[in-house]
């Protein structure tokens, strides 16, 4: 397997790796615009956007846009993050130019036509209903607002029902003009490809379009800490989402989080699991978290339980924390937490898909390239002062804690239901 980096003469940068075991390539897209690049009058713009592309060009329609791919049994997704928006293809590889050419046209000349903005729009605006129906996602959305502090990085990436309903065609023409340009985009492609091809293909199939520079990170956010308890109407459980600012996504201690993390809730073997669950029985659903940005980072701890046990989980939650901050983890803990990462990360990279959206994150945050063995020397050598100074953020003064209970709502609905307003303190 060998990784081949190029940078076109227009400013894209180009990643692939090819893997002798598979038949298949999976190529993607990656435009650097994303919930931190927004306003937050236009909040939801990207991933509005992202969705927009899909419903044709001057070349397709919207059903041929899928159909092309899915016909060689290939297949097309996209997502958009707080920092980017991707769009990907897997297909069998002789099929490489079509995904080219099929990416190309949808990415760079889609109509943006206002009557599919309006049937766009309400695709979205179920999206966001869908989400307000799982109060395990309303409480992770507040509490992001919680510990961001108004910051984008805790602002929904799909935006709010009131400022997806009030997005003009125009915002989307703009961002669409701004960012999808060279010198603001990735290409990344893994499995049976040659790069070679993948660079000629892109030369036949991109627009002769102007390069831009890339946007601005935005500054790293103030994050908040202390607790609060709302409520929520509908659900039976008490969702406690618990957590931190910690460290983005190049810092040194990012391998010692992963460890620290992992070893706190990251399986059924895990501190949390076995303590909250296996032991006390007061949870279904418990675990650790840990996101790395571009200029910020957090980590933290959810657990789902019944309202009338959710003081017992939450006191049994901060113990552990504050057990995990005070001394670490045990020797043994480190070199089985270094085993277990060594190994997902080896069953992880089986799949091309995987191996793309690692070499796009390269590229992205500007992080050297490392092979399996060079991940897996990092692993080892986290140690236990690296993974107590990762425990550190973890500690109990630090968190920011979100308790969503179920319960009326005195002020009824409101157009936002992921919104603070929207519940009752």
Same mark, same amino acid.
């Given at each position: 397997?060998?990784?081949?980096?190029?940078?076109?003469?227009?400013?894209?940068?180009?990643?692939?790796?090819?893997?002798?075991?598979?038949?298949?390539?999976?190529?993607?897209?990656?435009?650097?615009?994303?919930?931190?690049?927004?306003?937050?009058?236009?909040?939801?713009?990207?991933?509005?956007?992202?969705?927009?592309?899909?419903?044709?060009?001057?070349?397709?329609?919207?059903?041929?846009?899928?159909?092309?791919?899915?016909?060689?049994?290939?297949?097309?997704?996209?997502?958009?993050?707080?920092?980017?928006?991707?769009?990907?293809?897997?297909?069998?590889?002789?099929?490489?130019?079509?995904?080219?050419?099929?990416?190309?046209?949808?990415?760079?000349?889609?109509?943006?036509?206002?009557?599919?903005?309006?049937?766009?729009? @309400?695709? +979205? &605006?179920?999206?966001? #209903? *869908?989400?307000?129906?799982? !109060?395990?996602?309303?409480?992770? %959305?507040? =509490?992001? /607002?919680?510990?961001?502090?108004?910051?984008?990085?805790? @602002?929904? +990436? &799909?935006?709010?029902? #009131? *400022?997806?309903?009030?997005? !003009?065609?125009?915002?989307?023409? %703009?961002? =669409?003009? /701004?960012?999808?340009?060279?010198?603001?985009?990735?290409?990344?492609?893994?499995?049976?490809?040659?790069?070679?091809?993948?660079?000629?293909?892109?030369?036949?199939?991109?627009?002769?379009?102007?390069?831009?520079?890339?946007?601005?990170?935005?500054?790293?956010?103030?994050?908040?800490?202390?607790?609060?308890?709302?409520?929520?109407?509908?659900?039976?459980?008490?969702?406690?989402?618990?957590?931190?600012?910690?460290?983005?996504?190049?810092?040194?201690?990012?391998?010692?989080?992963?460890?620290?993390?992992?070893?706190?809730?990251?399986?059924?073997?895990?501190?949390?699991?076995?303590?909250?669950?296996?032991?006390?029985?007061?949870?279904?659903?418990?675990?650790?978290?840990?996101?790395?940005?571009?200029?910020?980072?957090?980590?933290?701890?959810?657990?789902?339980?019944?309202?009338?046990?959710?003081?017992?989980?939450?006191?049994?939650?901060?113990?552990?924390?504050?057990?995990?901050?005070?001394?670490?983890?045990?020797?043994?803990?480190?070199?089985?937490?270094?085993?277990?990462?060594?190994?997902?990360?080896?069953?992880?990279?089986?799949?091309?898909?995987?191996?793309?959206?690692?070499?796009?994150?390269?590229?992205?945050?500007?992080?050297?390239?490392?092979?399996?063995?060079?991940?897996?020397?990092?692993?080892?050598?986290?140690?236990?002062?690296?993974?107590?100074?990762?425990?550190?953020?973890?500690?109990?003064?630090?968190?920011?804690?979100?308790?969503?209970?179920p319960g009326d709502d005195p002020a009824g609905s409101t157009p936002d239901p992921i919104r603070p307003s929207a519940w009752s303190e």
């Open positions: 397997m060998a990784v081949h980096r190029t940078r076109l003469e227009n400013g894209i940068t180009v990643l692939s790796e090819r893997m002798d075991s598979v038949r298949s390539v999976a190529v993607g897209f990656w435009v650097r615009q994303g919930r931190v690049h927004e306003d937050e009058a236009v909040g939801g713009v990207s991933h509005l956007l992202e969705h927009m592309v899909f419903k044709g060009t001057r070349r397709r329609s919207a059903r041929d846009l899928a159909w092309e791919l899915e016909r060689l049994g290939g297949a097309l997704d996209a997502y958009t993050t707080h920092e980017c928006t991707a769009f990907q293809a897997r297909v069998p590889a002789a099929d490489l130019g079509v995904a080219l050419d099929v990416l190309c046209d949808l990415v760079f000349r889609p109509l943006l036509e206002e009557r599919d903005l309006e049937v766009e729009r @309400e695709v +979205v &605006l179920e999206e966001i #209903a *869908s989400a307000a129906e799982v !109060p395990e996602d309303l409480a992770f %959305e507040a =509490h992001a /607002r919680f510990l961001y502090g108004g910051h984008p990085y805790g @602002e929904p +990436v &799909l935006g709010t029902r #009131a *400022s997806v309903g009030a997005l !003009p065609l125009t915002a989307l023409a %703009e961002v =669409h003009g /701004r960012a999808y340009r060279p010198g603001n985009i990735v290409v990344a492609a893994a499995g049976a490809v040659e790069h070679a091809a993948l660079v000629e293909g892109l030369a036949r199939w991109l627009p002769d379009r102007a390069a831009v520079p890339r946007p601005e990170d935005p500054p790293p956010p103030n994050g908040g800490s202390g607790f609060r308890r709302l409520r929520h109407a509908g659900g039976r459980q008490t969702h406690v989402v618990t957590g931190a600012p910690s460290v983005p996504y190049r810092d040194r201690l990012r391998y010692a989080i992963y460890v620290t993390s992992t070893a706190l809730g990251g399986g059924m073997s895990s501190r949390l699991f076995q303590r909250i669950r296996e032991t006390r029985g007061l949870a279904y659903s418990v675990y650790s978290f840990h996101a790395f940005h571009a200029r910020a980072g957090h980590v933290g701890a959810y657990v789902g339980t019944r309202p009338e046990t959710a003081g017992a989980a939450r006191e049994a939650l901060t113990e552990e924390l504050a057990l995990l901050a005070r001394e670490g983890l045990t020797g043994d803990e480190l070199d089985d937490t270094r085993s277990q990462l060594k190994g997902q990360f080896l069953i992880s990279l089986e799949s091309p898909v995987s191996r793309m959206n690692r070499l796009a994150g390269i590229a992205l945050y500007e992080h050297p390239y490392l092979t399996l063995d060079q991940v897996a020397a990092r692993i080892d050598e986290v140690n236990r002062a690296q993974c107590l100074e990762a425990a550190a953020y973890f500690s109990p003064e630090r968190l920011a804690t979100l308790e969503l209970s």
